[in-house]
């Protein structure tokens, strides 16, 4: 009777022990710094960036992170022919992001706050800059490398509006989503 008790802990051992090593890791892997690249849209704007993700502290709960998106108001009227067309401004934002890695590491949710700052193109606005805030709820997908893909839902408060354009529009403001990927190096 014992010796196939034995038996199995020897084969429970050695078949669990790759696993257990390989989940650990992962989440190594996944509490490194991390560069990105992104599309997403707000309001009426589309927006392309790249984000750097720092190590994730206190026990992988934490990560603070910097966004650079270069936007286009999408909505905006051509001086002289009147025909709607494309303006570029860039929008940079700052924050936390918290959340844990989910128990078969196939995905981690978080959310994620902080400051956002627009720098608005000319011909929208007069203004030089505005400042407000976001938050977002994601769910990056674990692909077991170092390059996974993620999804954000949320929403900026901003109180941006081109008021160089025809009845002033408000942009960057209310609902937002972000696509992306993270390589973790």
């Given at each position: 009777m014992f010796q196939w008790i034995k038996k199995f802990s020897l084969v429970a051992i050695v078949t669990l022990s790759p696993t257990i090593a390989l989940a650990n890791a992962m989440e190594d892997r996944y509490d490194s710094f991390s560069l990105?690249?992104?599309i997403g849209s707000d309001n009426?704007?589309?927006s392309t960036g790249i984000e750097a993700t720092s190590p994730w502290f206190l026990d992988s709960r934490l990560a603070l992170q910097a966004k650079v998106f270069q936007s286009w108001f999408t909505h905006a009227e051509n001086e002289t022919t009147g025909e709607e067309s494309w303006l570029p401004f860039t929008s940079y934002k700052l924050g936390v992001m918290g959340g844990s890695l989910s128990t078969n590491n196939f995905m981690r949710m978080y959310g994620a706050g902080g400051f956002l700052l627009i720098v608005p193109n000319?011909?929208?606005?007069a203004k030089k800059s505005a400042l407000g805030s976001?938050?977002?709820f994601g769910f990056e997908f674990l692909?077991?490398?170092s390059l996974n893909y993620?999804?954000?839902?949320g929403a900026n408060g901003i109180s941006a509006h081109a008021d160089k354009q025809p009845r002033k529009p408000i942009y960057s403001n209310g609902f937002s989503t972000v696509v992306g990927f993270?390589?973790?190096l």
């Amino acid at each position: 009777m014992f010796q196939w008790i034995k038996k199995f802990s020897l084969v429970a051992i050695v078949t669990l022990s790759p696993t257990i090593a390989l989940a650990n890791a992962m989440e190594d892997r996944y509490d490194s710094f991390s560069l990105g690249y992104a599309i997403g849209s707000d309001n009426g704007s589309f927006s392309t960036g790249i984000e750097a993700t720092s190590p994730w502290f206190l026990d992988s709960r934490l990560a603070l992170q910097a966004k650079v998106f270069q936007s286009w108001f999408t909505h905006a009227e051509n001086e002289t022919t009147g025909e709607e067309s494309w303006l570029p401004f860039t929008s940079y934002k700052l924050g936390v992001m918290g959340g844990s890695l989910s128990t078969n590491n196939f995905m981690r949710m978080y959310g994620a706050g902080g400051f956002l700052l627009i720098v608005p193109n000319a011909k929208m606005s007069a203004k030089k800059s505005a400042l407000g805030s976001y938050g977002a709820f994601g769910f990056e997908f674990l692909s077991g490398h170092s390059l996974n893909y993620y999804i954000e839902l949320g929403a900026n408060g901003i109180s941006a509006h081109a008021d160089k354009q025809p009845r002033k529009p408000i942009y960057s403001n209310g609902f937002s989503t972000v696509v992306g990927f993270r390589y973790y190096l």
